[in-house]
C-alpha cells in the first residue's frame, strides 16, 4: 500500500451519506436570511459586554488585566459603599459589599487603590444582546459570564453565574451554570467552550456580593472544590472562583 | 430577493458589508459541501445545526475576511471545524460505536424511520477506531484534507496554525491511522 493509501482509505468512509436534505437546506437558508435581514454592518466594539449585575465581575476582570500597571506598592487599599479594594503579599482582594452598585463605584475604588484601569461597562444586557462575535477568533465560541436576570429581590436560583454560548443568548436552557459545581466539572465545561481555566479564591453569593482573592502567582484548588463564581479574563479565557482558600 | 451572480466570494463576502442579502449566494455555493463535511463527522442531525451556525459565524465576521482570496470554502469550513469541536465527544462516541459493533450511528441517523443497518466492513470499523483516537487536533487536520480536500496552507490558515504544526499532525495521524489499518508508517522513508 502507498503512502497516500490511508488517505484514500479515509475518503471512503462514509462517502456515500446522502447530501443535505431539501427541507434542511430551506430552513437554515431561511435562518441565514432572516438574520441578514436583522443584523448591522460588523463593527469592533468592547471585548467584554457587562451588565449591571456583573459589576463584581467586571472589577475583578479589571484588576487581573491591569495588575502590571499598579501605580502604587506596599499596602495599597481603597474603600467605598461598594466595594474595597486591597493588595496583599498574596495578590489582590476585591470584597464586594454591593453587586448592584453603580460601575462609577468600581472604578472609583480600583482607581483609588492605584490601579490604573479602564474599565468598560455597559448598562445592562438584554436577551438580545448576544456576545459580540468581532472579538473572538474565527469559530471560537463567543461566549459571556453574566449573573442572569440578577435584580435585587431575585430568588438566588434566577442568580446563577452562566456561560451563554455563541448565539444562543435567547436560549436560557443552553446556558451552562457553573455555580455549585465542582473543580473538576467547571473545568471540563469550560473546555467543552473551547475557554481557557485559571482560578481565584473567594465566594460570591447569587446577588454578586463576596470576596474575590486573586493569587499572585499561578494556583489550582483541588478537583472537588466548589465554584461559586466566575468571569472571563480574556475572551478565551475562563477565571473560576472556588471556596477553597489559597495556600 | 435578487442575487448577483457570477462574481468571486471576496467581491461577494465585500459586498455583502453593503448588501447583507448578497451572503446568501455564499450559502448557495458552499452549504452543501459544508454540510457534506460536517455531516460524515457527527451526522445529518448535527450537521443540519452546525451548517446554519457556520453561515450566521461567517456573516457576522465577514468584516474580517480577506476578499483577496479566490475561495471562501476554507474559511467555511474552518469555521465549521471549530463548531464541530463542540461535539467532539458526540464525535467520539459514534466513532468507537461503529468500531465496537459496526453499525455506524452516523448512517443510521439518515434512515428515517426505515432500519437498514449495514455492518461496516473491517476496513471501517478500524479507520473509526482510529480516527476516534486521534487528538482533535490531528482529527482536524487529517478531515480538513482528506474530506474537505483542503491544501496544508489551507488548513493552516483555516485553523490559524503553522504550516509545520499542520504538517506533523498530518504525519501523527496518517501514521496512526495506517497502523490501524494494518501497515506500516506511511511516511517511513519520506523527508
Known amino acids: ?12 468512509f462514509r462517502a456515500d451519506l446522502p447530501e443535505l436534505g431539501e427541507r434542511a437546506e430551506a430552513a437554515a437558508r431561511a435562518d441565514l436570511l432572516a438574520n441578514l435581514a436583522m443584523r448591522p454592518t460588523p463593527r469592533r466594539r468592547p471585548v467584554l459586554r457587562i451588565g449591571v449585575g456583573l459589576a463584581t465581575a467586571a472589577a475583578a476582570t479589571a484588576v487581573w488585566a ?5 501605580t502604587t506598592d506596599g499596602e495599597a487599599r481603597y474603600s467605598n459603599a461598594a466595594v474595597e479594594v486591597a493588595k496583599s503579599d498574596d495578590g489582590w482582594t476585591i470584597e464586594i459589599k454591593d453587586g448592584s ?6 472604578r472609583e475604588a480600583l482607581t483609588g487603590a492605584g490601579l490604573n484601569v479602564d474599565l468598560d461597562f455597559v448598562s445592562a444586557l438584554t436577551p438580545l444582546s448576544a456576545p459580540d462575535p468581532d472579538t473572538l477568533d474565527d469559530g471560537l465560541l463567543a461566549s459571556e459570564i453574566r449573573i442572569q436576570d440578577c435584580a435585587k429581590g431575585d430568588r438566588p436560583e434566577n442568580c446563577d453565574v452562566v456561560v451563554v454560548t455563541s448565539g ?21 465545561k469550560a473546555e467543552d467552550l473551547n475557554l481557557g481555566v485559571s482560578f481565584a479564591s473567594g465566594t460570591l453569593n447569587a446577588s454578586g456580593k463576596g470576596t474575590i482573592h486573586i493569587p499572585a502567582k499561578p494556583w489550582t484548588p483541588s478537583d472537588d472544590a466548589k465554584i461559586s463564581g466566575a468571569y472571563l479574563s480574556t475572551p478565551t479565557k475562563l477565571t473560576l472562583i472556588t471556596e477553597e482558600t489559597l495556600p | 430577493m435578487e442575487l448577483v451572480t457570477g462574481v468571486g466570494d471576496g467581491e461577494l463576502v465585500r459586498g455583502s458589508l453593503e448588501a447583507p442579502e448578497r451572503f446568501a449566494e455564499l450559502f448557495d455555493r458552499y452549504a452543501r459541501d459544508v454540510h457534506g463535511y460536517v455531516a460524515r463527522r457527527l451526522g445529518a442531525q448535527y450537521a443540519d445545526d452546525v451548517v446554519a451556525e457556520t453561515f450566521l459565524v461567517a456573516f457576522r465576521r465577514r468584516e474580517r475576511f480577506d476578499a483577496s482570496r479566490d475561495s471562501a470554502r476554507p474559511w467555511l469550513y474552518g469555521i465549521a471545524t471549530n463548531l464541530v469541536a463542540r461535539h467532539h465527544r458526540a464525535e467520539k462516541r459514534f466513532l468507537r460505536a461503529l468500531e465496537r459493533t459496526g453499525v455506524d450511528p452516523v448512517a443510521e441517523a439518515f434512515d428515517e424511520g426505515v432500519v437498514a443497518r449495514v455492518d461496516a466492513g473491517e476496513q471501517q470499523r478500524a479507520l473509526a477506531g482510529a480516527l476516534a483516537r486521534l487528538s482533535r487536533g490531528e482529527r482536524d487536520v487529517l478531515l480538513l484534507v482528506a474530506w474537505g480536500g483542503l491544501s496544508y496552507e489551507e488548513v493552516a490558515r483555516t485553523l490559524g496554525i503553522a504550516i509545520g504544526t499542520v504538517r506533523s499532525r498530518m504525519h501523527r495521524g496518517r501514521v496512526k491511522v495506517r497502523a490501524a489499518l494494518g501497515g506500516v508508517d506511511p511516511t517511513a522513508g519520506e523527508d
Not at chain 1, 488517505?7 to 471512503?12: D, N, R, S, Y
Not at chain 1, 491591569?66 to 499598579?70: D, E, T, V
Not at chain 1, 452598585?101 to 468600581?106: G, H, R, V
Request: aromatic fraction near 2%.
Open chain 1, 101 to 106: 452598585a453603580d460601575p462609577a463605584a468600581y
Open chain 1, 168 to 188: 444562543k443568548a435567547k436560549d436560557s436552557d443552553k446556558a451552562e451554570t457553573l455555580r455549585g459545581l465542582t473543580v473538576a466539572e467547571a473545568v471540563k
Open chain 1, 66 to 70: 491591569s495588575a502590571g500597571q499598579l
Open chain 1, 1 to 12: 500500500m502507498g503512502n497516500t493509501d490511508e488517505i484514500a482509505a479515509l475518503q471512503t
